[in-house]
T-cell receptor, first 114, second 113 residues
């Protein structure tokens, strides 16, 4: 399968714990995005990378969130000191650089904070 | 503030008939519009897109129409099939924003046999 891959697919964690999600984009894609989706809402942009450079972060991304893409390939999203409000589906997506290129999403990582 | 809205949370259609999903946006600073289909517990799957300089784009059973004066777009599915039952999201790709999509709230389509 050459699509966007995310791991783990599901994570249940206790409030206050740290969690990390991994995303492997489509291999030739140099842009990588993180979105968050809660029930009844559309996905909301969190941050994106062009190669290894993180170019933009949403106001939704508090100081407890950090994302990296160290070699311009896979990316990690870490949430520190999780809160119940962090419970959501975290979606990774990738695309080629040029405008108008389709953005492809992975299957998402469900986070439940208890 | 750029917003994309899908005002109908749900739509029910008979198999074989046309499904029309609607989407409105509040300003003109979008480069492209995209439609995604989403099943529960899965990520969005790309369906079809349209450039802001076009009025129509067609791909098989899916056609997207863009009315720039009304700031409105619609996705037509003909004929509708039970496997089309899912949540459909409209998204705008703002100009020079690096592909940072702005999504609507989604419309749940149910196609009944």
């Amino acid at each position: 399968d050459t699509g966007v891959s995310q791991d783990p697919r599901h994570k249940i964690t206790k409030r206050g714990q740290n969690v990390t999600f991994r995303c492997d984009p489509i291999s030739e894609h140099n842009r990588l995005y993180w979105y968050r989706q809660t029930l009844g809402q559309g996905p909301e942009f969190l941050t994106y990378f062009q190669n290894e450079a993180q170019l933009e972060k949403s106001r939704l991304l508090s100081d407890r969130f950090s994302a990296e893409r160290p070699k311009g390939s896979f990316s990690t999203l870490e949430i520190q000191r999780t809160e119940q409000g962090d419970s959501a589906m975290y979606l990774c997506a990738s695309s080629l650089n040029d405008a108008g290129n389709t953005i492809y999403f992975g299957e998402g990582s469900w986070l439940t904070v208890v | 503030d750029q917003q994309v809205k899908q005002n109908s949370p749900s739509l029910s259609v008979q198999e074989g008939r046309i499904s029309i999903l609607n989407c409105d946006y509040t300003n003109s600073m979008f480069d492209y519009f995209l439609w995604y289909k989403k099943y529960p517990a899965e990520g969005p799957t790309f369906l079809i897109s349209i450039s802001s300089i076009k009025d129509k784009n067609e791909d098989g059973r899916f056609t997207v129409f863009l009315n720039k004066s009304a700031k409105h777009l619609s996705l037509h599915i003909v004929p509708s099939q039970p496997g089309d039952s899912a949540v459909y999201f409209c998204a705008g790709d703002p100009i020079n924003q690096g592909g940072k999509l702005i999504f609507g709230q989604g419309t749940e389509l149910s196609v009944k046999p």
